[in-house]
C-alpha cells in the first residue's frame, strides 16, 4: 500500500498537534462561495460541491468472507474516514482507493449496525479531507449532490433535492434510523457510504440506501448523527446507548399549539413504532404520542434525544412529557441499556 504525500486543506493549527475529533465540527455558513462564473448558478454550485469534497470520497474494497464495495469519506488529514457499516462489516481485509489512484490499507476503528455507520482509518497522513456542514439546517427542496463509486465507476456525481426530512430507515442489523434525509439524486450499489453535499460545498449526510423499485427515492443518514456516532467510535470502539423501545421521528407542531405550549422551537418528536415489552411499552406509550421533554428539558428533535440518551441514563427513572389526543400527560421510562 501506498502513502499520501499531499492534499490536505492549509489550517491555522498544525496537522500534527490538531486531533481527528477537531475536524468533526461543522463549517461557518456566511463565507461568500468562489463559483465559476462561466457557468449557470446550477451547474456552478454541483461543480464547486464536487471540487471541495470529491477527492475526499474514496472507493472501499471490502476482503473477506463478506466481499463488497462502496464509498467512504475523509474528515481529517490523518486517514479518519466515514463509511456506512454494511460496506465493511464481516471483512477481514479493508482498502481504499483514492480519486488519484492511490490505495492503501485501511483500519476498522469502530462499528455501528444500529445507525449503519462505520470508521476507518487510511495507513498514511495529509490525505484531503471534506469540510462537514449540519443536516439541522437543510431545507426541503434544497439542492443536494451525491458523490461515490456506484458499480465500480469511480468519482461519480449526482445531484438532486432534498426531497423530505425526519424519515426512518430500518438498517441491515433490523434497527430502525432516524432523522435520515430522503433525496432525489440518484444513488447505486456502490454509493453507500459516499457524501451528500449541499450547495456550499459541505457534508451533510452520509450516502446509504435507495429503494430499488422506485425512481428518485434514495436516503442519506444526517451529518449531525454521523458525527455524534463518529465522536463514540473514535473514543470507544462502539456506541453504547440506553434505548427507550420505541422508534420516533421529528415532527414540526402546528404553530399555534407551539405558541399554546410556550416552547421555543416548532418542532417535537412522534413515535412511530413501540418495541414489544420494553420500557415505553410498558410505560404505557404509543404509536403517535409525541415526546415534548424529558427530565424537564425540552425535546425538540430526534437528535435531542438521542444525545441525551447516554449509557450514564441506563437504569434511571426519567419523566417524560408526552402529548397526545388525550392531552399533555408525564409518563416514567426506565431506560435499558442496549445490547
Known sequence: MEHA??????????LATRPAAAYLS??????????????????????????????????????????????????????????????????????????????????LIGNDPATD??????????????????SARLRVGQLVVAIGNPLGFQATVTAGIVSALGRTLRSPSGRLIESVIQTDAALNPGNSGGALVDGQGHVVGINTAMIGQAQ???????????????MRLMRDGRVKRAVLGFAGQ??????????????????????????PDGPSERAGLHKGDVILGVAE????????????????VVGQ?????????????????VPVVDQ
Open 216 to 230: 428518485g427515492l434514495c436516503f442519506a443518514i444526517g451529518i449531525d448523527t454521523a458525527v455524534d456516532v463518529t
Open 297 to 312: 428539558q425540552p425535546i425538540y428533535s430526534i437528535d435531542d434525544l438521542h444525545r441525551y440518551l447516554t449509557e450514564d
Open 250 to 275: 421529528t415532527i414540526t407542531l402546528d404553530a399555534r399549539l407551539s405558541r399554546s405550549l410556550r416552547r421555543q422551537g416548532g418542532t417535537a418528536v412522534q413515535i412511530v413504532e413501540v418495541i
Open 26 to 107: 461543522p463549517m461557518p455558513y456566511d463565507s461568500p462561495l468562489p463559483l465559476d462564473e462561466t457557468l449557470d448558478p446550477y451547474s456552478a454550485r454541483v461543480a464547486h460541491a464536487f471540487d471541495e469534497v470529491g477527492p475526499a470520497v474514496v472507493h472501499i474494497l471490502a476482503e473477506g468472507p463478506r466481499q463488497g464495495t462502496g464509498s467512504g469519506v475523509l474528515y481529517a488529514p490523518d486517514g479518519y474516514l466515514l463509511t456506512n457499516s454494511h460496506v465493511v462489516s464481516g471483512a477481514s481485509r479493508i482498502s481504499a482507493k483514492l480519486t488519484d489512484g492511490r490505495q492503501f490499507a485501511a483500519t
Open 5 to 14: 504525500d499531499g492534499g490536505g486543506k492549509p489550517s491555522g493549527t498544525s
Open 117 to 134: 455507520l462505520a470508521v476507518l482509518r487510511l495507513e498514511g497522513s495529509d490525505f484531503p479531507y471534506a469540510q462537514l456542514g449540519s
Open 317 to 333: 427513572a426519567l419523566i417524560f412529557t408526552i402529548m397526545s389526543g388525550s392531552g399533555i400527560r408525564r409518563e416514567t421510562i
